[in-house]
């Protein structure tokens, strides 16, 4: 069985205590205690057993997941899936324009965005600064 992230929430009954392996000690003093454990389904059912022994109401279930959009989006704010492209250069994480979200082209709003967008998102301060100061400007106006 796999080790997974479990939410733990006791309310009311007899106070215990649980110390589980790879886990801080944890202690339920009787009014209500939420905790988190890396446990597996087997021993959250151990668990849910105790509790339910000393008259608690437990609700127990595991933390949600990333879903796979999640985790795309994850990748590509990281970069990663970009094959043997990479960021135009170091300052475009910083930069307002960066959207590493643009599938096709350079991550680069102020080039890709439409032009509604961009003479919209041109009123902000930071973002004409930030093209302004960009060092690579010459290089995407020239690729797009």
Same mark, same amino acid.
């Given at each position: =069985? ?13 106070p215990?205590? &649980? ?12 009014? =209500?205690?939420?905790?988190? &454990? ?16 000393r ?5 127990? +279930?595991? =933390? ?9 989006? +994850? =990748? ?9 492209? $990479?960021? !135009?250069?170091?300052? $475009? ?13 350079e ?7 439409p032009?509604?967008? +961009?003479?919209?998102?041109?009123e ?9 100061? $960009? !060092?690579?400007?010459?290089? &995407?106006?020239?690729?797009?």
């Open positions: =069985m796999s080790h997974e992230i479990w939410t733990v929430q006791v309310q009311g009954g007899t215990f205590g &649980l110390g589980i392996a790879g886990n801080p000690r944890v202690e339920h003093n009787g009014g =209500m205690s939420v905790f988190h &454990l890396v446990i597996t389904e087997q021993q959250a059912e151990v668990i849910k057993d105790i509790a339910e022994r008259e608690c109401k437990i609700e127990i +279930r595991p =933390m949600q997941k990333q879903t796979d959009e999640q985790k795309s989006e +994850r =990748m590509a704010l990281l970069g990663i899936q970009r094959g043997e492209k $990479c960021w !135009p250069c170091g300052a $475009c994480p910083n930069c307002a324009w960066f959207d590493p979200l643009i599938e096709v082209g991550p680069c709003g102020h080039i890709s965005w032009v509604e967008t +961009r003479a919209a998102f041109e902000s301060d930071k973002a004409a600064k930030d093209w302004e100061e $960009c !060092p690579v400007k010459e290089r &995407l106006s020239q690729a797009s």
